[in-house]
């Protein structure tokens, strides 16, 4: 089973469209959690963290269920700039304190006029 | 601020030849990274540094891979020889933050695009 599993899609949506985007990790010591976007041929960048008690910015609305180990992505009022590659991302604590990022294969988010 | 600098950022090679990869972190962040994105996956870390000491390396090909942070500040790796299979996004990240419980946010460089024929 894999660590971060996410819906590869894509997911094709028209402008203004509210589009989901779950995940799933397998090790319940994981510590923290975040959303990276990766547009096409370019790096991944921070979009959001997660927390439990859920955080919004802006359009985008994150949540984290620990008990079942679930991470979700809302996007609401979506615009053509969205389109990209959202990264689901679980950090863990190594020995001595350091943190490690586990990347999910990402969802395709394709937003057409 | 500077952001993290890769170089080359694109190099095609046959299998069994060398390549490096150079990577400059953001100014004063004490930690580094070394991701593998194969293409439809998401990146996989290679090799983390704190300062010049290694933290991480558990997913390297060491028979194949090496990487080095000699004075704390650049970082190369290297892999000797190439497979196939090696072709990928090669992507340095940094962070300041360190020995930390939670967050850690990482700066991502624009990766070294690497085809092996």
């Known amino acids: 089973r894999k660590e971060v599993e996410q819906d590869p899609g894509p997911f094709n949506v028209p402008e203004g469209a509210t589009v989901a985007f779950n995940c799933t990790y397998s090790?319940?010591?994981?510590?923290?959690f975040f959303w990276y976007r990766q547009d096409c041929r370019k790096e991944p960048k921070l979009l959001m963290s997660v927390y439990s008690s859920g955080n919004e910015d802006g359009r985008f609305t994150a949540q984290l269920n620990r008990a079942s180990q679930y991470i979700s992505l809302l996007i609401r009022d979506s615009k053509l700039s969205d389109s990209a590659t959202y990264l689901c991302?679980?950090?863990?604590?190594?020995?001595?304190?350091?943190?490690?990022?586990?990347f999910g294969a990402g969802t395709r988010l394709a937003v057409h006029p | 601020e500077a952001g993290v600098a890769q170089s080359p950022r694109y190099k095609i090679i046959e299998k069994r030849q060398s390549v490096a990869f150079w990577c400059n972190p953001i100014s004063g962040h004490a930690t580094l990274y070394w991701y593998q994105q194969i293409l439809g996956q998401g990146p996989k870390l290679l090799i983390q540094?704190?300062?010049?000491?290694?933290?991480?390396d558990s997913q390297l090909p060491k028979d194949r891979f090496s990487a080095e942070r000699l004075k704390g500040v650049d970082s190369t790796l290297k892999i000797q020889p190439a497979k196939l299979e090696d072709s990928a996004v090669y992507l340095c990240?940094?962070?300041?933050?360190?020995?930390?419980?939670?967050?850690?946010?990482?700066?991502f460089g624009p990766g070294t695009r690497l085809t092996v024929l």
């Open positions: 991302v679980v950090n863990f604590l190594l020995s001595g304190g350091y943190n490690k990022l586990i």
């Open positions: 540094f704190q300062n010049n000491g290694v933290v991480d």
């Open positions: 990240a940094s962070s300041l933050i360190h020995r930390q419980r939670g967050t850690d946010t990482q700066y």
């Open positions: 090790n319940s010591a994981s510590q923290s």
